[in-house]
Nanobody
Framework: QLQASGGGLVQAGGSLRLSCAVS????????MGWYRQAPGRQREFVAT???????NYAASVKGRFTISRDNAKNTVYLQMDSLKPEDTAVYYC?????????WGQGAQVTVSS
């Protein structure tokens, strides 16, 4: 299972750090990532990181968000800086293991103007 944490309410320009841990396993985890869904919109890609540390970012967050992972803890992080009101969404983590992607429950991030 994936357990996300770290969401909350922050003013524009502020920072938040999301964490997502894969629990209950000794298996190898491949790619991990973050997606988000704002009210009335489809879920969209935010960032991914492979098990070698290679990263990809959506254009809208590049330079402001940083994805990282701790393989020893089976945990992926999303450091979000210079937050904007348009970053307000439910953020979902995912991870590839046992032959498929698994999703965590969402973490609400609200950025006030």
């Amino acid at each position: 299972q994936l357990q996300a944490s770290g969401g909350g309410l922050v003013q524009a320009g502020g920072s938040l750090r999301l964490s997502c841990a894969v629990s209950g396993s000794a298996f190898s985890i491949g790619g991990m990532g973050w997606y988000r869904q704002a009210p009335g919109r489809q879920r969209e890609f935010v960032a991914t990181i492979n098990n070698g540390g290679g990263t990809n970012y959506a254009a809208s967050v590049k330079g402001r968000f940083t994805i990282s992972r701790d393989n020893a803890k089976n945990t992926v992080y999303l450091q979000m800086d210079s937050l904007k009101p348009e970053d307000t969404a439910v953020y979902y983590c995912n991870a590839f293991y046992r032959g498929r992607y698994y999703w965590g429950q969402g973490a609400q991030v609200t950025v006030s103007s």
